[in-house]
């Protein structure tokens, strides 16, 4: 990649970084979870509770939620407000433009875990940040597939919240009743929060790979598939 | 600067250009008039690169469209019907984007909000401009990189006529650094003020072009003139001799208050053409 693409993925970076401090919407989505989580830590202590019981519950909703949503309305507020069509005129490719949108909000969220993981002991920190890694950037490419299916932001928030209740809500749900468990295991956000259960990759199951790889795989061809028919128009 | 040649483009089996030919000159503007729906907005897409076109041939630059590069691209500055602008943003930052873009120096962004009169709201976010600082902020962006090709696509629709001034102000400004411009309205007022040449499309094809006082001149059929006498009498006479001594005569009594030709506007011309008016929509 030469200078100019480095240059104008930064670019957008920079962007979305002077943004996100102007826009409610997308900056409540990166901190909440995190300020949730160190909160109901350390002010709710029942007995018997799973050690980090909040901490993974509200990790494992902070993959399903915050990229997607974050990916999906940036993308769609920009077609919506013509200012896509602005940066791709000006010689910003949409494969720039997507990196440094999807980038930025990797890199947000993993702040946000990296706050999250304050809370865990210093050995789980490194595994702990692995398992958020792989879930904000299968959910970041997630948010990406309903920005580049999107109109404008009514639609994307009308396809983001079904999309959101599977992922962020299934792996919750799934603690509570074994049906739902049975369709949410397919999905990774439950695959994560069973490996952030267990703190590692010890004695993990193949199936929780396989699972991993699948999703990933079926979400970039879903993305790859998307960005050829409909582009960023 | 720009050559087309037989272009044409269909949407779904529809054709919305059908044979559209025309050359722009370095240094010059040219207006693309026609009521909403005619083809406009599609021709600058094409133009632009935005769009891809089913037959014919375009130069920009002296390059086929097609071959444009990033580096073409840079010439070329674009002002769409929508501003495009970055509504949380400031004015300042809305403009810092595009200057790191372009590589264009930090210092050029007060320099050209100064030039198009916003330089008291470089802090202000982009939501709260009403609609003619947007699009003069608009207009600051396309003219942040000395662009040598400008286009705009309905930059004074829904303006104030002040604004519509001030904007036609920036694009002679553009036009005397050497900048060539391509503008659309279906203003033509505005087209008959600003632009060196004028092309009327009506429903994908040009029905006339030119300069858009030999156009009017060319359509001037009936030759009137109209008479305004003191006593409120308004009379219509033909171009000749009688005419002529009539004048004279009302001139002589001193009855006469105003005299004017009566040739015919680009808009005359358009609905003599076509049928239909320039502001009118499908």
């Known amino acids: 990649m030469n200078n100019s693409k480095i240059n104008n993925i930064l670019i957008i970076i920079k962007k979305q970084?002077?943004?996100?401090?102007?826009?409610?919407?997308?900056?409540?989505?990166?901190?909440m979870f995190p300020m949730l989580t160190v909160i109901f830590e350390h002010a709710i202590k029942i007995n018997d509770m799973p050690e980090h019981f909040f901490t993974n519950l509200f990790s494992v909703m902070y993959i399903g939620m915050a990229p997607l949503t974050s990916v999906a309305s940036i993308i769609a507020e920009e077609k919506e407000h013509n200012t896509l069509r602005v940066l791709i005129m000006a010689n910003v490719k949409p494969v720039q433009y997507l990196l440094g949108v999807c980038i930025y909000v990797w890199t947000i969220c993993m702040m946000g875990a990296g706050v999250i993981a304050t809370g865990l002991d210093s050995s789980d920190i490194p595994f702990y940040m692995l398992v958020m890694a792989i879930?904000?950037?299968?959910?970041?490419?997630?948010?990406?597939?309903?920005?580049?299916?999107?109109?404008?932001?009514?639609?994307?928030?009308?396809a983001v919240m079904p999309v959101m209740v599977v992922f962020a809500f299934l792996p919750m749900l799934s603690m509570f009743n074994d049906n739902i468990k049975k369709i949410a295991k397919f999905f990774y956000t439950e695959q994560l929060k069973r490996l952030l259960d267990e703190m590692t990759f010890d004695g993990m199951k193949t199936?929780?790979?396989v699972i991993l790889a699948v999703n990933a795989v079926l979400m970039v061809l879903l993305f790859l598939g998307l960005f050829k028919k409909k582009g960023l128009e | 600067m720009i050559y087309c040649k037989n272009v044409q483009k269909s949407f779904s089996g529809k054709k919305v250009l059908s044979g559209i030919d025309f050359e722009i000159g370095d240094g010059e503007i040219f207006g693309l008039l026609g009521p909403s729906g005619a083809g406009k907005t599609t021709l600058i897409k094409i133009l632009t690169g935005q769009l891809e076109f089913d037959a014919g041939t375009i130069n920009v630059m002296n390059k086929s469209v097609d071959s444009l590069t990033g580096l073409d691209k840079k010439n070329i500055g674009i002002m769409m019907d929508q501003f495009g602008v970055?509504?949380?943003?400031?004015?300042y930052d809305n403009l810092m984007i595009f200057a790191d873009i372009y590589g264009v120096s930090h210092s050029k962004i007060k320099e050209v909000l100064t030039r198009v009169g916003l330089e008291s709201d470089a802090k202000t976010p982009a939501s709260k401009l009403s609609k003619g600082m947007r699009a003069r902020l608009s207009l600051a962006r396309v003219f942040m990189h000395s662009p040598k090709l400008i286009f705009l696509d309905e930059p004074t629709s829904?303006?104030?006529?002040?604004?519509?001034?001030?904007?036609?102000?920036?694009?002679?400004?553009?036009?005397?650094?050497?900048?060539?411009?391509f503008l659309t309205t279906h203003n033509m007022e505005e087209?008959?003020?600003?632009?060196?040449?004028?092309?009327?499309?009506?429903?994908?094809?040009?029905?006339?072009?030119?300069?858009?006082?030999?156009?009017?001149?060319?359509?001037?059929?009936?030759?009137?003139?109209?008479?305004?006498?003191?006593?409120?009498?308004?009379?219509?006479?033909?171009?000749?001799?009688?005419?002529?001594?009539?004048i004279e005569c009302l001139l002589s009594d001193g009855i006469l208050e105003t005299i004017h030709s009566s040739e015919p506007t680009l808009e005359t011309v358009f609905l003599e053409l076509t049928g239909r008016k320039l502001e009118e929509e499908y």
Do not use: W
């Open chain 2, 191 to 246: 087209a008959y003020k600003l632009c060196d040449n004028v092309a009327l499309l009506n429903e994908g094809v040009i029905v006339e072009k030119g300069n858009p006082e030999e156009v009017c001149r060319k359509y001037n059929h009936q030759k009137k003139i109209k008479i305004h006498l003191t006593s409120g009498e308004d009379m219509e006479l033909d171009h000749n001799r009688e005419a002529a001594s009539k």
């Open chain 1, 17 to 31: 970084l002077i943004d996100t401090f102007k826009n409610k919407t997308v900056l409540i989505q990166f901190i």
């Open chain 2, 86 to 91: 970055y509504e949380r943003l400031s004015c």
């Open chain 1, 135 to 158: 879930g904000f950037a299968i959910s970041a490419l997630t948010g990406a597939c309903i920005g580049l299916y999107a109109k404008n932001q009514m639609a994307a928030t009308s």
């Open chain 1, 207 to 209: 199936s929780t790979g």
């Open chain 2, 158 to 181: 829904g303006l104030d006529p002040q604004t519509m001034n001030q904007i036609h102000k920036l694009i002679l400004e553009k036009k005397k650094d050497g900048c060539t411009i």
